[in-house]
């Protein structure tokens, strides 16, 4: 457990005692039916991002929970756009958290799925070089890949000329990664909740205001709102708030 900004449970059943990383993982867990989980950090302001990254909003009890999230997936799912922006480095754990995919019946690493529409993708990022498990590719038949990529990864197509994520997500699941964790970015957030497919988003809300400038956690076309009840509320001691809000 990090000493540097203990997190504590405000809601439900207050507790003051800092939770483990133990507890941290019993209050996020698996879930025995398929899931897709998004992950995003805010300000209290609404912002995506600062200075350009979301890195910027993210204190050590965001990435301690990130860490956790991830330790907990079968399938770690960003967009292209995300994956080149942010740039994204082989998903590996520590060992302890090998450890306990390994205690769980688990695949010692998620695997990385990417979701490209156009597959401006560059084989050679550490993503895809270096990374432990043989990542996989969402995208369309229309979409002609670059090459090197069809030996770093595999190439799911789901969709004529867009990629259907409903027909991608399906797919997931036959390989058998039922757990998705989504990073985003807010188009295939947005792209996802047109799609009726998320079933949680936890929420970093960072205590500072990014100001103007700065997108939402979603973006795309509209969509109907969609009622998702809130499941816990976690402080840490920098003010942070951690939400989780989950379907039935």
Same mark, same amino acid.
């Given at each position: 457990?990090?000493?540097?900004?203990?997190?504590?449970?405000?809601?439900?059943?207050?507790?003051?005692?800092?939770?483990?990383?133990?507890?941290?993982?019993?209050?996020?867990?698996?879930?025995?039916?398929?899931?897709?989980?998004?992950?995003?950090?805010?300000?209290?302001?609404?912002?995506?991002?600062?200075?350009?990254?979301?890195?910027? #909003?993210?204190?050590?009890?965001?990435?301690?929970?990130?860490?956790?999230?991830?330790?907990?997936?079968?399938?770690?799912?960003?967009?292209?756009?995300?994956?080149?922006?942010?740039?994204?480095?082989?998903?590996?754990?520590?060992?302890?958290? &090998?450890?306990?995919? &390994?205690?769980?019946?688990?695949?010692?690493?998620?695997?990385?799925?990417?979701?490209?529409?156009?597959?401006?993708?560059?084989?050679?990022?550490?993503?895809?070089?270096?990374?432990?498990?043989?990542?996989?590719?969402?995208?369309?038949?229309?979409?002609?890949?670059?090459?090197?990529?069809?030996?770093?990864?595999?190439?799911?197509?789901?969709?004529?000329?867009?990629?259907?994520?409903?027909?991608? $997500?399906?797919? $997931? &699941?036959?390989?058998?990664?039922?757990?998705?964790?989504?990073?985003?970015?807010? #188009?295939?957030?947005?792209?996802?909740?047109?799609?009726?497919?998320?079933?949680?988003?936890?929420?970093?809300?960072?205590?500072?205001?990014?100001?103007?400038?700065?997108?939402?956690?979603?973006?795309?076309?509209?969509?109907?709102?969609?009622?998702?009840?809130?499941?816990?509320?976690?402080?840490?001691?920098?003010?942070?708030?951690?939400?989780?809000?989950? &379907?039935?």
């Amino acid at each position: 457990m990090s000493a540097t900004a203990p997190i504590s449970r405000l809601w439900p059943a207050p507790a003051a005692e800092p939770l483990h990383d133990a507890e941290l993982t019993a209050l996020y867990g698996r879930t025995e039916r398929p899931r897709l989980r998004v992950n995003f950090v805010t300000s209290v302001d609404g912002a995506v991002a600062l200075d350009g990254y979301s890195a910027g #909003l993210s204190g050590e009890p965001d990435k301690r929970v990130f860490g956790l999230l991830r330790m907990l997936c079968d399938g770690l799912v960003v967009a292209a756009g995300t994956l080149r922006h942010e740039g994204y480095r082989a998903v590996r754990l520590s060992e302890p958290r &090998r450890a306990w995919r &390994r205690e769980q019946g688990l695949a010692e690493y998620p695997t990385l799925v990417v979701v490209s529409g156009s597959l401006d993708l560059d084989p050679a990022q550490a993503a895809f070089a270096d990374a432990p498990v043989r990542p996989i590719v969402l995208t369309s038949a229309a979409a002609e890949a670059p090459s090197g990529l069809a030996e770093v990864a595999d190439l799911v197509r789901c969709g004529a000329d867009r990629v259907d994520l409903a027909a991608g $997500l399906a797919e $997931l &699941r036959r390989r058998g990664l039922g757990q998705l964790l989504c990073e985003g970015g807010p #188009l295939l957030f947005g792209a996802l909740t047109a799609a009726d497919l998320v079933d949680e988003v936890c929420l970093t809300l960072a205590p500072l205001l990014a100001g103007a400038g700065a997108g939402r956690i979603t973006a795309g076309d509209a969509s109907a709102p969609r009622h998702l009840p809130l499941r816990h509320v976690l402080a840490a001691s920098d003010g942070t708030l951690l939400l989780r809000y989950a &379907r039935d």
